[in-house]
């Protein structure tokens, strides 16, 4: 869900990358500029992927307990699904 995610350096997405470790390769996000110009245009550090997907579910989770906004995205959600007959099963679905 890098899409989600906006530097606070430059205002540019977040992409997702990937290093190759010792064992591992790690995932991370980093900021579009960086990633393409180098840290000269943009500094902002890289983020690991798993920690940021987590921070970002934790703030959905918390809108989510919004049930205002959280009825209002179902309710236009079933919209999109119904004019797209697109599947929207990413989201939680507790509603059903
Ligand atoms: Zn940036």
Known sequence: MPGLVVCARCGKHFVGTSALGNRYRYRYYTCFSRQRYGTKYCAAERLPAEELDAAVL???LHTY???????KAVASARCRARSERASWSHLPSAND
């Open 65 to 71: 307990e919004r049930t205002d906004l959280f009825d």
């Open 58 to 60: 934790d703030a959905l």
